[in-house]
């Protein structure tokens, strides 16, 4: 008997080793940042990643309510990862659920560990990740557009996050899992990492791994975020690319 | 001394080049220091600096703002400096004579004021004062902001940009370090005015911007006179 969405029936590399799509191993899909997206918010960006459209907003520092949330040393990175009804094959019901408090949990977390939250006591920075499309790796996009989108509403940040997923597809390694591969693969591992120093700041896994398997994804993945940064750094720049002169009183 | 301004992004390593590394600058290693905003190096005759393209504002001790109330408290009115944090008036620090529980006499919910930051502790918390020459309630008008770290570029080198517009408009304005712009003057100049300070905002990075807002007031104003008569 064949059951349907096994690893079994689905051939998800093929024969010359490339994937479904045509990429590499080692291949990202393609990525396009823009920022300044949205004129309300602070700062804003939209990442197209593969077929992931995902628009973030950015507003803050804030005064943080309710007030007793308030830190008197800190402030409160706040992100909300939420996906669209229509994002997804099936309609998606509306309202967080377990998966998306846990996703925005994480990203909170990793967005805290670069923005230097200690300038700003008694704040919140609200982070709202909207995401219009889904196709695999969304919380990783999400965190790489919600970074540029932190830096351009002229937030102080140590460094950028950037993040890329890796996982296992019939028994190798692959960087940057599509939907299919993410479904119906052995492993899906997303990391995101502080592009300068290399820190890690946001690791999940799901699915096994052998120790050398998983060196080898996150050696993948760190040879990536150097890709992405530049992507994130192009976004940003664009914006600015006349002329710069000396101004001020 | 003017050079020409580097583009930085949070992260990147800044040369001090025997320099104080000051705003905007942190020690991200022994004897390393890295940009903490997206924006552009600026080279003094003693500090290096990171200015931020864009962001919010932040008392400092002594600045001129343009602050909305937003609530009136027993002694005290709170108010919204366009800034992360709102900011106190008591009624010690105002010109006029006031008792406790009579404060919406004198200044109401939504009023603006034209005050200084008189003080600001460790979390933040900041006083503003009304005592000081120019400082007063802010009486007619109408209010228009730019984002804060493009207020240098309104006032321009020794006032230059700022009076320009004041001359040109015919316009009575006061610009707050918060960035936050009160205008005054017949409606058709106060629109012109304010669309020369949104031109400023938009294009403040860019050479030869003093020049391009003559120009554009020449005609604003020639076209109004044109109208008129």
């Known amino acids: 008997m064949i059951i349907l969405g096994t690893a079994s029936d689905i051939k998800l590399l093929t024969k010359d080793g490339r994937r479904l799509d045509g990429r590499t191993n080692e291949e990202l899909r393609p990525i396009k940042i823009e920022t300044g997206v949205l004129n309300r918010a602070d700062g804003s960006a939209y990442i197209e990643w593969g077929g992931n459209k995902i628009l973030v907003a950015v507003y803050g520092p804030r005064e943080a309510y309710p007030k007793h949330t308030q830190n008197i040393n800190k402030a409160i990175v706040k992100a909300r990862y939420n996906m669209a009804a229509f994002s997804v094959d099936e309609r998606k019901r509306p309202g967080p659920d377990r998966r998306s408090i846990e996703i925005s949990k994480v990203i909170s977390e990793a967005l805290d560990q670069a923005i230097m939250v200690e300038q700003f006591p008694r704040t919140q920075i609200d982070v709202f990740i909207e995401v219009l499309q889904a196709d695999a790796g969304t919380r990783i996009a999400g965190l790489t557009a919600a970074t540029v989108a932190v830096a351009s509403a002229g937030i102080p940040m140590k460094d950028f996050v950037v993040g890329c997923t890796a996982g296992k597809v019939e028994g190798k390694v692959v960087l940057d899992l599509s939907k299919e591969e993410d479904n119906f693969g052995q492993a899906d591992l997303p990391m995101a990492v502080l592009s300068k120093s290399g820190k890690v700041v946001l690791l999940q896994m799901d699915g096994d791994l052998s120790v050398e398997e998983f060196d080898q994804a996150t050696e993948m993945i760190l040879t990536a975020t150097k890709r992405i940064n530049e992507i994130q750094r192009e976004a940003l720049s664009t914006r600015f690319v006349a002329e710069i002169e000396e101004g001020g009183e | 001394m003017s050079k020409i301004r580097q583009i930085i992004m949070p992260g990147d390593s800044i040369e001090p080049e025997g320099l104080k590394p000051r705003n905007g600058v942190y020690k991200c290693a022994d004897d390393k220091y890295c940009s903490e905003y997206f924006g552009v190096v600026q080279k003094g005759d003693q500090y290096v600096d990171v200015v931020p393209f864009s962001g919010p504002y932040f008392p400092r001790k002594g600045d001129k703002v343009i602050g909305k109330v937003i609530e009136i408290g027993p002694s005290m009115w709170t ?59 802010l009486e007619g008008g109408h209010i228009t902001g730019i984002s804060a770290p493009k207020v240098p570029r309104i006032i321009g080198k020794g006032g230059s940009m700022v009076n320009m517009i004041k001359d040109a408009t015919q316009t009575r304005i006061i610009v707050g370090q918060n960035g936050l712009i009160w205008v005054d003057g017949t409606p058709e100049n106060v629109m012109i005015a304010i669309s020369a300070i949104k031109m400023v905002e938009k294009e403040a990075h860019t050479v030869g911007l003093t020049d391009r807002v003559d120009e554009y007031l020449k005609t604003k104003v020639g076209d109004n006179i044109g109208n008129s008569e």
């Open chain 2, 79 to 137: 108010i919204d400096l366009n800034s992360s944090y709102h900011s106190l008036l008591h009624m010690n620090d105002t010109p006029w004579r006031t008792q406790s529980g009579d404060l919406q006499r004198y200044l109401n919910l939504g009023d603006y004021v034209y005050a200084k930051v008189m003080s600001l502790n460790e979390i933040k918390e900041s006083w503003v004062t009304l005592k000081d020459v120019g400082l007063r309630k």
